[in-house]
């Protein structure tokens, strides 16, 4: 009888452990539940900004109703977007002014007294009304315009597919390929791991085109040649990280660099010599998966983004002194 | 008119008779349905749909060989082949070289090979891979997300339940047909019309 009633708690006891066990498991292995990773690739150190260094605050969101935005320009108090097949002109209210449907999706855009548009493998210039002035030859196959810039006389148009800017006339005249390797000029030439990568003139009119590969921005004469250039490569907050940053870039007053990055998305200021200044706005302010926004900037020192992922334009002022 | 049937009398013979040949019929359908189903559930296997991957470790951890047969494979033809490699280097690396402590890879699993300047070329030595996802991680933040995880079928035992799709946070696991067992980025797979990405 002894024996029976031993055997019996021994029994209990198992089936216990075994419901432990399994309840265990249920509960700690279950699909969905965050459980710590061993192997975790992990950059949140990387992504806390000192408040002391965040210099913007933001001011203004835009909301867009589109699917895709792609890219963004400042001119005259007028924000003109590219998304989906469409660019829209807008003010800084969000009211939009116009809205022009294309063929297709393009993928840069610069602005003077004409919207040049890049699409995909070649230039389409058209007026404010939407009307289409100029259709250049394209580039061809491997050609995927990522950027544009424009002065009063030339059109520069970023190729990443062939990893080389062309300076072109308005008329579509091809003027030289600039920054293709040249031991002997020095140019190390592009090197452009994914379609990121951005060009912008300075005050004086010279181009800067961003060698994302090697975490640079190089600055080019007039004629082509390498003028001066400064890298920043670190995985801290002053420089760039990655495969491919700065992923766009636009130049404001004094020269100063406003730098856009992917991986640890955040938005930057350098000045003319490539110092880093400090933050537009911090990993923080992103989605936790997010895109590198594109930027530009207005009249009055106000960076614009164009955030990719809430599809939205976002406006940052500078802080005002005291104003943490 | 009577409708009645005539009842005949069964004899027991006949009665075990039928008996037999039902239970024997029931049987071959029987052993007919299942073999059916096990042919038709071996032509399906797992594998990971890499753009719902979220990295999260436990194809390392979870699968019932060790090391899992889950591995990294690389698309070659969306890779930038840079130097600065998000999922060959540590974020923090001192050096854009090949010594150990700039290592991301948890196991050196990752071949970096000079190509010309500035351009490395990355080849994943599966014997050492255990499908951790952490270069797949670093690859798809900073880079083209040309590394990313595959079941490999010349290793994975095609469990009826696989251990890690029970556990993957992501739901990025899924029977895929035999015939195409693989979900390569890129068109590597296409281009080269062989499912096997080795």
């Given at each position: 009888?002894k024996f ?9 006891v198992l089936?216990?452990?075994?419901a432990?066990i399994?309840?265990r ?5 279950r ?7 061993p192997?975790?690739?992990?950059v ?10 965040i ?13 895709e935005?792609?890219?963004i320009?400042?001119?005259q108090?007028?924000?003109f977007?590219?998304?989906?097949s469409?660019l ?10 116009k809205?022009?449907?294309l063929?297709?999706?393009?993928t ?24 289409e002035v100029?259709r ?6 491997r050609?995927v ?10 059109v ?22 600039i920054?293709?390797?040249d031991?002997?000029k020095?140019v ?12 912008a003139?300075s ?7 961003v ?6 921005l190089e600055?080019?004469?007039a004629e082509?040649?390498?003028r001066?250039?400064?890298?920043s490569?670190s995985v801290k ?16 007053r004094?020269?100063a660099?406003?730098t ?13 010599h490539?110092?880093?200044q400090?933050?537009?706005?911090a ?8 895109h590198?926004p ?15 992922d809430?599809?939205?334009v976002r406006?940052?002022k500078?802080?005002?002194r005291?104003?943490? | 008119m009577?409708?009645k049937?005539?009842?005949?009398p069964?004899?027991r013979r006949?009665f075990?008779q039928?008996?037999m ?14 073999a059916?189903?096990?042919?038709s559930?071996?032509?399906?296997v ?6 719902k991957?979220?990295y999260?470790g ?6 019932v060989?060790?090391p899992s ?8 033809d969306?890779c930038?082949y ?5 999922g ?7 050096a ?5 402590e ?11 090979k000079?190509?010309?300047d500035p351009y490395f070329?990355y080849?994943i030595e599966?014997d050492l891979c255990?499908?951790?996802a952490?270069c ?8 083209n ?7 490999r079928?010349?290793l994975?035992?095609n469990?009826?339940?696989?251990s ?7 739901d990025?696991?899924e ?16 281009e080269?019309?062989n499912?096997?990405?080795?």
């Open positions: 009888m029976r009633k031993l055997v019996n708690i021994v029994l209990v089936a216990l452990g075994i432990i399994i309840a498991d249920f509960v700690m292995n699909a969905g539940k965050v459980i710590e990773n192997y975790a690739f992990d949140s150190e990387y992504a806390k900004v000192s408040a002391d260094e210099l913007y605050e933001e001011e203004k969101v835009l909301q867009l109703r589109v699917a935005p792609k890219g320009a400042f001119h108090g007028t924000l977007v590219i998304a989906d469409s829209l002109q807008m003010n800084l209210q969000g009211q939009l002014l809205e022009t449907k063929e297709a999706s393009p840069a855009i610069a602005v003077d007294d004409l919207v040049w548009l890049g699409m995909k493998n070649q230039v389409v210039c058209l007026n404010f009304d939407g009307q100029e250049w030859e394209n580039y061809g196959d050609s315009i990522t950027s544009l810039a424009v002065s009063p006389d030339f520069f148009v970023a190729d990443a597919g062939n990893r080389l800017v062309y300076q072109c006339k308005k008329n579509g005249e091809l003027v030289r390929q920054g293709e390797k031991e002997q020095a190390p030439g592009f090197v452009v791991p994914s379609p990121y990568f951005d060009i003139l005050e004086e009119g010279y181009l800067w085109a060698n994302p590969g090697r975490h640079s600055n080019f004469n082509g040649a390498l001066t250039s400064w890298t490569s907050t002053e420089g760039f990280s990655g495969c491919c940053n700065p992923a766009h870039m636009t130049i404001m004094e020269n660099f406003v856009s990055e992917k991986g640890i998305v955040r938005v930057k200021i350098y000045d003319q490539g110092k880093y400090g933050v537009v706005a990993p923080n302010q992103f989605e936790e998966v997010a590198a594109d930027v530009c900037v207005d009249e009055n020192g106000r960076v614009i983004l164009l955030d990719f809430r599809k939205q406006i940052f500078p802080k005002e005291g104003n943490s | 009577n409708a049937k005539e009842h005949k069964v004899d006949k075990i039928n008996g040949r039902l239970t024997l019929g029931a049987s071959l359908v029987g052993v007919t349905g299942l059916s189903l096990k042919l559930a071996n032509d399906y797992w594998q990971l749909d890499p753009f991957c979220v999260c436990r194809c390392a951890d979870y699968c060989l060790t047969a889950v591995k990294c494979v690389h698309a070659y969306l930038g840079c130097d600065l490699c998000g060959y280097l540590k974020p923090d690396a001192n854009l070289s090949t010594a150990a700039n290592q991301l890879c948890p196991t050196a699993a990752i071949k970096r000079f190509v010309e070329e080849e599966e255990i499908g951790c952490k797949v991680e670093g690859c798809s933040s900073f880079g997300g040309s590394l990313h995880l595959q079941v079928h010349d994975c035992v469990c009826n339940e696989c890690i799709a029970r556990v993957c946070p992501a990025a696991f029977r895929v047909p035999v015939s195409s067992p693989y979900k390569i980025k890129g068109d590597f797979q296409a080269n019309n499912p096997d990405p080795a």
